[in-house]
T-cell receptor, first 114, second 110 residues
Framework: DAGVTQSPTHLIKTRGQQVTLRCSPK?????VSWYQQALGQGPQFIFQYYEEEERQRGNFPDRFSGHQFPNYSSELNVNALLLGDSALYLCASSQTGVSNQPQHFGDGTRLSIL | GNSVTQMEGPVTLSEEAFLTINCTYT??????LFWYVQYPGEGLQLLLK?????DKGSNKGFEATYRKETTSFHLEKGSVQVSDSAVYFC?????????FGKGTRLHILP
């Protein structure tokens, strides 16, 4: 049973570019959440997708957008990259209908902005 | 608002020492509480959880008890191993959104 998978593992971009990160949820899960983890910090909630719509959002600018596909996989897009966007981006999945259950995390995509 | 505060690291212990990592939370209502662990170069793994007051979560020798009266969820282990070296995150969940503490780096010396 595959867990949460993310791609790519590492990515290097320059300021002003755009990036797309991908996530496949754990089998049986239908909800995907994205988190940003800056170096030495705890993960910060970006947004959550369910039924192909953004269900809730954290305190991140509109440069951060996402998408969920019918197979429950998800993408995180970041436009106009800034140096401060350098971080580990984590995807987590869960099953709607089971309230406040722990989420399962992937190994993350490490994004470096030059 | 909802928040989690945990002791700052790094924490350095010798193998077989007793471990405590303090965690307190602020939240409306009664959130579920978690401890996640992050090994170098990896994502987060759920270590243990507790969903209501006085619940004790346990896994791999680690324990934490949900204390509503002190709004705490301290992580303990009686005898740590070198393989326990990692970063530990205390977290709560409200409305399906996880709020994490800043993490505590644990380093165990052989």
């Amino acid at each position: 049973d595959a867990g949460v998978t993310q791609s790519p593992t590492h990515l290097i971009k320059t300021r002003g570019q755009q990036v797309t990160l991908r996530c496949s949820p754990k089998s049986g899960h239908d909800t995907v959440s994205w988190y940003q983890q800056a170096l030495g910090q705890g993960p910060q909630f970006i947004f959550q997708y369910y039924e192909e719509e953004e269900r809730q959002r954290g305190n991140f600018p509109d440069r951060f957008s996402g998408h969920q596909f019918p197979n429950y996989s998800s993408e995180l897009n970041v436009n106009a990259l800034l140096l401060g966007d350098s971080a580990l981006y984590l995807c987590a999945s869960s099953q709607t209908g089971v309230s406040n259950q722990p989420q399962h995390f992937g190994d993350g995509t490490r994004l470096s902005i030059l | 608002g909802n928040s989690v505060t945990q002791m700052e690291g790094p924490v350095t212990l010798s193998e077989e020492a007793f471990l405590t990592i303090n965690c307190t939370y602020t939240a409306t209502g009664y959130p579920s509480l978690f401890w996640y662990v992050q090994y170098p170069g990896e994502g987060l793994q759920l270590l243990l959880k507790a969903t209501k007051a006085d619940d004790k979560g346990s896994n791999k020798g680690f324990e934490a008890t949900y204390r509503k009266e002190t709004t705490s969820f301290h992580l303990e282990k009686g005898s740590v191993q070198v393989s326990d070296s990692a970063v530990y995150f205390c977290a709560l969940i409200r409305d399906d959104k996880i709020i994490f503490g800043k993490g505590t780096r644990l380093h165990i010396l052989p």
